[in-house]
């Protein structure tokens, strides 16, 4: 049994291979990407400001009835 970590076997080449094309694909699209990164992003402004938003008016709500 190896343990340095190195390839095992004469498929290890080949599972290494497959292992590359996993970690990149072929048809990556990097403005794609950034486009969908960007809407998350926004969605994401959008969440905390509504949650500020509803915090403050709670905040209000309880002060205005003196609790």
């Known amino acids: 049994m190896d343990t340095g970590g190195g390839p095992q076997g004469p498929d290890a080449e080949k599972d290494l291979g497959r292992l590359g ?7 990556f699209d990097p403005k794609g990407f950034d486009r969908r990164r960007r809407a998350r992003n926004w969605a994401l402004l ?6 500020s938003a ?6 209000l709500v309880k002060l205005a009835k003196g609790g």
């Open 21 to 27: 094309d996993l970690a990149r694909p072929k048809d």
């Open 46 to 51: 959008a969440v905390l400001l509504g949650l």
């Open 54 to 59: 509803l915090f403050y008016a709670i905040t």
